[in-house]
């Protein structure tokens, strides 16, 4: 199953540019069986995400990017949501796993001064780094591939689409088809994942790039 791990609604992402129905209409067109919505620093699409991928019978799983003092980490199954620069990062990961979470590091290369960079080196308990985010440089992808690789941290991918025309350019395959937000989790700690790209009208999975 192909999912896109870290995407943009508008309603609470004021930098983007899609809606709900938007964002599950081109999944589907892609054959994402699932969609991510991680908006920055807030989890208020949860209840319409909720009510609407119940309407349409797709899985909408919800989850927050959060910036942490360190760097963005995205996460699932935190309750709540934190104000930029407020938390430190291996305290924000903690608490997302004590909650029986899940987290990532987003673009943690990319030149905008919000990725974790050389602090993967130091954090424990990441479920996985972006090494291929779509709106990352591909020099600085791989420098998280080459730190993922280093420090034995899941690799994953994600678009980061704002616009649709960004959606599912990098995807994560996960072996299992979670429907809900538990099993979806589950599936993401399990060290399993994969990440893929968008060639050719089809997903292909990579192992390096």
């Known amino acids: 199953m192909f999912v896109d791990l870290h995407v943009h609604e ?10 709900l129905a938007q964002i599950v209409a081109r999944a589907r067109e892609m054959g994402m069986g699932g969609v991510c ?10 209840e319409e995400a909720a009510r609407y991928s119940r309407e349409v019978n797709f899985p909408i799983f919800v989850g927050v990017e959060v910036l942490t003092v360190q760097g963005d980490i995205v996460a699932f199954g ?5 104000q930029p620069r407020t938390i430190d990062a291996q305290e924000f990961i903690n608490y997302v796993h004590c909650n029986g979470g899940a987290c990532f590091s987003a673009h943690p290369f990319r030149n905008n001064q919000r990725g974790l960079e050389e602090h993967l080196a130091a954090l424990r308990g990441l479920d996985g780094v972006e090494v291929l985010n779509g709106s990352t440089t591909l020099e600085a992808n791989r420098t998280a591939l080459e730190y993922a690789q280093k420090y034995g941290i899941q690799p994953l991918g994600a678009s980061d ?13 996960m072996p299992e088809e979670p429907k809900d937000l538990e099993s979806f989790i589950r599936t993401l700690r399990s060290g399993t994942c994969r990440p893929a790209i968008w060639e050719d009208g089809a997903f292909r999975v990579v192992d390096t790039f």
């Not at 919505?37 to 949860?46: A, F, N, Q």
């Not at 689409?161 to 395959?173: E, F, I, M, N, P």
């Open 10 to 19: 508008r309603a609470f992402s004021l930098d983007s540019e899609m809606t």
């Open 37 to 46: 919505v991680t908006d920055h620093d807030s989890l208020g699409i949860r």
């Open 161 to 173: 689409a704002h616009c649709l025309s960004q959606l599912g350019k990098y995807v994560t395959w």
């Open 78 to 82: 935190s309750p709540y949501a934190f």
